[in-house]
């Protein structure tokens, strides 16, 4: 055969199945773009090694994934759809070798130009993310954007390596094949599927499993390790249950006669429950997508939006000096600087308190706090208390009080709003204390709901007390902190500025840099100048999910229009048999509409079912992350959840009309 | 009054540019009388299928009329066709076109649940239906689990249940073996029998001969008529080969 004829062959059929091939172009092309993009961005020398470029190089990696599972997914579509034309080919006395040269052809058409126009594309676009980027960031740093030239090749090779590998899986397939099977392609595993009582009931032991886990873990730390626990039960558990469980739900409609047989429901319920087996998974998937879509972007726009909150939170004062290892005259020099500085920059200083302190993690059984090792902290358990130890003395200066303690006696304070008083005698690390009094406030920390781990402030008769404790915590902990010599009673100044905000923002960056070159050991830590390193990581953040939402989104828009395109064709014959016995056009078009609002909303409502669930466990996991605010967080999820139902109902209409026009 | 009555049906297929006139139905008159089996015969291409199409109301004739008890199907409005089509008339198919997604009883049930009615009238219905069919024992299964004859006999259930005026059969024997079709006319029969008006368009000589009275369209056009009289189906069978020697060899139009 003369070989011309497979370009022209290749041609031909790209364009007679434009209505797949479209689609699939555009998706490939979006997420070459998306893609280059985000390399292209990790790479630009401005954004440097820090956590951004951690966040960016991270979420590369995630797109690379996606774009396989997306590409051979929707590709998958294409084949089976098309293999009944493969069939007639074979039939027609096409050799499977000539088939594959055909095949062979197309697939460099299409991918060369979905890579063309998607790397165009993102040379195009990265510009305007780039700035989007910095926008977010807040960098008013002159960062410059070029063109990069890895980049585009790292893409180029990535994805022609996707397109190679779905061609070799297509070419496996049609080598498997007889002719005879091809021509049937399009119509296979047409039977009405049994229910699996097994696997429905696993799917709701997953899920409820998964859901008890969200609904009573109090525990932020504990959250964050069950969090991926039930994530991955809930997960399961969506595709157990789409699978399973609707099929048993579409028989028990069928089962109830008043409803099954009205003409809105009659052709789809039957049509749904015979084609379940295809449709369960994709539904899971659409479902557990919009999930993740709407998880992903809801809680990065909340961090973002909840900036301020997070960094009062994680700073509750304006400004912190801590000193590791204090003397009389450090203290002095510290308190001096911050004042000399405040002055410099014409801001005043405002609830200065300075104390010393000394602390560590320890685990309370039965009344006792023992000091705890490294497994004990990372099993997120609520019996890990943070232990902060004052002096008397201090504690005296801070609330200006005049208080003396024994040596075997205390004060405790327990700062989480909801805590009960536990009274008595208290052991710590063996010692025994008598508590003389537990506190209703102390200025260091007012009453709070919003701590990721629990923590008591004991006020202890003496420095010297502290120190013993620290000296035992250094010996069990000696090999972690082996490179110390010692741990020491901290010293610690916090306070606030009053002035503008650059005023403050300068007498921060002074003092910081006085300090460091001044007094050996000690470090600065405040909410103006961190806030651009928070606006790195949580803008960071919030830019990549909201670029890895749309991509999300437009593969879930992508699945669901594959998979109501090619039933389209399947349901093609029924509807029209169903004309020729009197259903008219009215009917046909109603029918549709509500097979189509099932396949669409059930999958939605599941997943607004998922997140409604799992609001609790992720508020507790943005606690971790310092972002307490809970209203604001409901608000952006419910906004985001709006926003995303209205995308879907657009992409519902476009396809039941698309649905509609093959039909009809 | 008659139940159908097509006088001077035309059709003309224009292709879509211009192009050539293709005239499928000259002059078609003819009229069917309650209670009344009628058998339309004729070649490929003589016009049987357009002439169905048009008294299915899925066509419109170009000039002339249709009556189906006295009402103008060019006057049932666009809106009410579909309702109309099934409330007056029951189809059988060649290809049978029940629907693999439905059960044989549901598949019965179809034009009903488009009507809206209850269920238990639907139930109702059917089984005297079922019964007269035999296919009592077949209503949970699906048409793929059932022969060609047995399919056949639902679609025949499906086009009864509606009661309707008048039942038209597209080649209802065209896809069976000669033993199911001979159930399947036998079956006919009885369904006349009991008050049914039928209309089938047919190619078979068998087929056509268990009719009151056969139609034979030519070029668009009703070429010849055969009334049964007291004829056995055997010499009805030997008058309709007649008939058909005469057509296909270009015999002079008597009547």
């Known amino acids: 055969m003369n070989s011309s004829i497979y370009s022209r062959l290749a041609v031909t059929n790209l364009k007679n199945n434009r209505k797949t091939y479209v689609p699939y172009i555009l998706t490939a092309a979006l997420t070459v773009m998306m893609y280059y993009i985000i390399d292209a961005l990790s790479r630009n020398d401005s954004v440097g090694r820090g956590s951004l470029w951690q966040i960016l190089s991270m979420s590369t990696v995630v ?6 599972i997306l590409l051979f997914y929707t590709n998958s579509f294409l084949m089976k759809r098309r293999k009944k034309e493969v069939g007639m080919y074979n039939i027609l006395g096409m050799g499977k070798a000539h088939i594959a040269k055909m095949f062979l052809v197309e697939m460099l058409i299409t991918a060369s130009v979905s890579i063309g126009a998607g790397i165009a594309g993102g040379i195009l676009f990265g510009k305007v993310m780039w700035l989007l980027l910095l926008k977010i960031l807040h960098y008013d740093v002159n960062m410059d954007f070029a063109v990069s030239g890895t980049a585009a090749v790292y893409t180029l090779v990535l994805f022609a390596a996707i397109f190679a590998l779905t061609l070799a899986y297509n070419l496996w397939q049609i080598k498997l094949a007889n002719p005879v099977e091809l021509l049937r392609g399009g119509s296979e595993g047409e039977r009405e599927p049994k229910t699996k009582r097994v696997l429905a009931i696993a799917g709701i032991a997953l899920v409820g499993y998964g859901y008890f886990v969200a609904l009573t873990t109090e525990a932020p730390l504990k959250a964050v390790q069950l969090f991926f626990v039930a994530v991955v039960c809930v997960v399961l558990g969506t595709y157990a249950l789409f699978v399973a469980a609707s099929i048993a739900l579409l028989k028990i409609l069928k089962k109830r006669k008043n409803f099954y047989y009205q003409s809105r429901y009659f052709t789809a319920v039957s049509g749904m429950i015979y084609r379940m087996k295809q449709n369960a998974v994709g539904l899971a998937n ?37 000193s590791f290892y204090p003397d009389k005259e450090a203290e002095e020099k510290i308190l001096r600087i911050i004042k000399e500085e405040a002055e410099k920059a014409g801001v005043e200083e405002k609830d200065i308190m300075a104390y010393h302190s000394g602390g560590a993690a320890t685990v309370k059984k039965e009344g006792a706090f023992n000091i705890a090792v490294d497994e004990d902290v990372y099993s997120g358990s609520e019996d890990v208390y943070e232990l902060v130890m004052i002096p008397a003395e201090d504690y005296n200066a801070l609330e200006g009080k005049d208080i003396s303690l024994g040596d075997g006696e205390i004060l405790l304070y327990n700062p989480d709003a909801d805590s009960e008083k536990i009274g008595g005698t208290v052991k710590i690390q063996g010692e025994a204390y008598k508590v003389v009094e537990e506190l209703d406030t102390f200025s260091l920390e007012e009453k709070n709901s919003s701590r990721v781990i629990n923590g008591y402030y004991v006020i202890m008769k003496d420095e010297e007390l502290i120190q013993e404790f620290l000296n035992k915590a ?26 503008t905000k650059e005023d403050c923002r300068k007498a921060e960056a002074a003092i910081k840099k006085r300090i460091k070159e001044e007094v050996p050991q000690a470090y600065c830590d405040g909410r103006e100048i961190e806030q651009e390193s928070f606006y790195a990581v949580y803008g960071g953040l919030l830019f990549i999910g909201l670029y ?8 879930t828009v992508l699945i669901i229009y594959y998979k109501q395109i090619s039933e389209g064709y399947d349901d093609k014959e029924r509807y029209q048999i169903m004309q020729k016995v009197g259903m008219s056009k009215r009917e046909v078009k109603r029918s549709i509409r509500s097979q189509v609002l099932m396949v669409f909303f059930l999958p939605l409502a599941a997943a607004v079912v998922h997140i409604a669930v799992g609001f609790k466990v992720i508020t507790k996991l943005l606690a971790v992350l310092n972002m307490v605010n809970v209203p604001l967080f409901l608000t952006c999820t419910v906004a985001t959840v709006g926003v995303f139902a209205v995308f879907y109902a657009i992409v519902f209409g476009v396809t039941a009309r698309e649905y509609y026009r093959i039909v009809g | 009054m008659a139940l159908l009555e097509v006088k001077n049906v035309r059709k003309i297929y224009t292709a879509r540019f211009g192009g050539n006139q293709v005239e499928a139905l000259k002059d078609v008159n003819f009229s069917v009388e309650p209670r009344e089996f009628v058998a339309i015969m004729g070649e490929s291409g003589s016009g049987k299928t357009t002439l169905l199409n048009i008294l299915a109301a899925l066509d419109k004739p170009t000039g002339g009329k249709v009556c189906l008890k006295g009402r103008d199907l060019a006057h049932v409005k666009e809106r009410e066709l579909a309702a109309f ?62 022969s060609g004859g047995q399919k056949q006999r639902a679609a025949v259930a499906r086009a009864l249940i509606t009661k309707p005026q008048l039942v038209l059969a597209d080649e209802p024997t065209g896809a069976l073996d000669s033993k199911a079709a001979d159930e399947l006319l036998r079956l006919f029969g009885q369904i ?38 007291n004829l056995s189906n055997e010499q009805m069978y030997q008058k309709i080969s007649d008939t058909l020697t005469v057509l296909t060899t270009g015999g002079a139009r008597h009547e």
């Open chain 2, 85 to 146: 089509r099934r409330q007056n008339l029951g189809f059988v198919f060649q290809d049978f076109n029940l629907l693999d997604t439905f059960s044989l009883k549901d598949n019965i049930f179809l034009p009903l649940v488009l009507s809206g009615k209850k269920y238990d009238e639907m139930e109702k219905r059917l089984m005297p239906i079922a019964r007269t069919l035999g296919i009592e024992e077949l209503l949970e299964k699906y048409p793929y689990e059932v």
């Open chain 2, 192 to 229: 006349h029998e009991d008050g049914q008006t039928i209309l089938m368009v047919t190619h078979s000589v068998k087929a056509a001969s268990s009719a009151d009275r056969i139609l034979f369209i030519k070029d668009g056009e009703v070429f010849h008529q055969l009334y049964r009289g």
């Open chain 1, 474 to 499: 250094y010996q069990m902990l000696s090999k972690e902190y082996s490179q110390l010599d010692e741990i020491k009673v901290s010293y610690k100044v916090c306070l606030d500025f009053e002035g």
């Open chain 1, 548 to 555: 890895l939402g749309s991509m999300f989104l437009m593969a």
């Open chain 1, 63 to 68: 797109i690379r994934v996606f774009s396989v």
């Open chain 1, 286 to 322: 659409i479902c557990i997508l919009s999930t993740m879509v709407l998880v992903m972007v809801s809680t990065t726009i909340c961090m973002y939006m909840g900036m301020d909150d997070i960094l009062t939170t994680r700073y509750p004062r304006e400004f912190e000096v801590t």
